[in-house]
């Protein structure tokens, strides 16, 4: 059974900074991607950004790039978002999800962590 465990949530004021870390594990945990969706309170879910396993990065909307990155270490099969320069609008509860093809649906899903970013 795959499991994906987030970490790294918190409230942050305008302008600041959070981590978020996302690991994976289970026997046949072996993704081709991984990402981070978002759900904001009363609104639908998100999508924020995908790694695939070999790199490459897609991003949700414009807004995210030059704020959110996405790093991973295979090696401890974790994936990271690096948030910076926090509007109140990114106030959520992101979730790190996987798949495990191209075009494959986003299978597994973690139990997400909240993000409060204060004005």
């Known amino acids: 059974q795959v499991q994906l465990v987030e970490s790294g949530g918190g409230s942050v004021q305008t302008g600041g900074s959070l981590k978020l870390s996302c690991a994976g594990s289970?026997?046949?945990?072996?993704?081709?991607?991984m990402a981070w969706f978002r759900r904001a309170p009363g609104k639908e879910r998100e999508f924020v950004i995908s790694?695939?396993?070999?790199?490459?990065?897609?991003y949700g909307t414009n807004s995210m790039k030059g704020r959110f990155t996405i790093s991973k270490d295979n090696a401890k099969n974790t994936v990271y978002l690096q948030m910076n320069s926090l509007k109140p609008e990114d106030t959520a509860v992101y979730y790190c999800?996987?798949?495990?093809?191209?075009?494959?649906?986003?299978?597994?899903w973690g139990q997400g962590t909240q993000v409060t970013v204060s004005s």
């Open positions: 289970g026997r046949t945990f072996s993704p081709y991607a």
């Open positions: 790694i695939t396993w070999s790199g490459e990065i897609t």
């Open positions: 999800t996987s798949r495990r093809a191209l075009g494959a649906a986003w299978e597994y």
